[in-house]
């Protein structure tokens, strides 16, 4: 049994790292690509500017060569804006892994534990005892993400689709006014890692913060209520 000192100083430790992993992602690095839309608008001018004068050159296949270069800027781009929110959805949940880790090797039983994974399939065991059902899917939402993201297609990107299908959505099919709905079967999954066939949203991220949340706060309270997990 922790005590309430011990158990407020891991609530807010771990409390602190999830929220500044968000913070970094949402204020320091998103913000960078704010201006990819201008910044591929001086690159075509630059290199129309650029553009040599020299009559056996075809005014138009330059042109489209020019076109083709910028848009190439811009579309990488945003394919690793995409990257960074599927990295940082995935970096979240290892993140609550390793608290996890820490916390029942130097909170709960101060001595270093053989097998990891024994750990994380006993805070299953304990916290499925007192968590919503709604939290439990969404605990699991977070753990398939994590896998498709690292490793694409495959058991968790499967399971993944039908937990939530809408991750499978890109921003703007999500936000259409015609609304066409959830894609109607799974698609392949090549490259999460670089902004492709997995759509995290910021939004996304802040539910998944909040979620993290509730669980310590769960598994926390049963080392000060003995009665909370029942």
Do not use: C
């Not at 990488?76 to 979240?92: I, P, R």
């Not at 609550?96 to 994974?117: I, M, P």
Request: proline content about 3%; hydrophobic content about 35%; glycine content about 4%.
């Amino acid at each position: 049994m922790l005590s309430h000192w011990e158990t407020d100083h891991y609530r807010a430790r771990y409390s602190s790292q999830m929220q500044k992993w968000v913070e970094t992602l949402e204020y320091r690095l998103l913000p960078t690509f704010d201006n990819i839309k201008s910044e591929t608008d001086q690159m075509l001018e630059t290199l129309r500017s650029d553009f040599p004068d020299i009559e056996n050159i075809d005014p138009f296949s330059a042109h489209e060569a020019m076109f083709e270069a910028a848009m190439n800027h811009y579309d990488m781009n945003l394919s690793v804006k995409q990257g960074l929110l599927n990295m940082f959805a995935a970096g979240l949940y290892h993140l609550f892994e390793q608290q996890v880790q820490e916390f029942n090797v130097k909170g709960r039983y101060r001595k270093r534990l053989s097998h990891a994974s024994d750990v994380l399939k006993e805070w299953d065991e304990a916290i499925s005892k007192s968590l919503t059902q709604h939290d439990k899917t969404s605990l699991d939402e977070l753990r398939e993400l994590a896998n498709t993201v690292k490793h694409g297609d495959g058991g968790a990107a499967r399971k993944l689709y039908k937990l939530n299908p809408k991750l499978f959505q890109n921003e703007w099919e999500r936000t259409d006014p015609e609304d066409f709905g959830v894609v109607s079967h799974k698609p392949d999954v090549y490259a999460p890692m670089y902004g492709q066939d997995i759509y995290v949203q910021m939004e996304d991220i802040h539910r998944f913060r909040e979620l993290v949340k509730r669980v310590w706060d769960h598994y926390l309270l049963a080392f000060t209520n003995p009665t909370s997990i029942r």
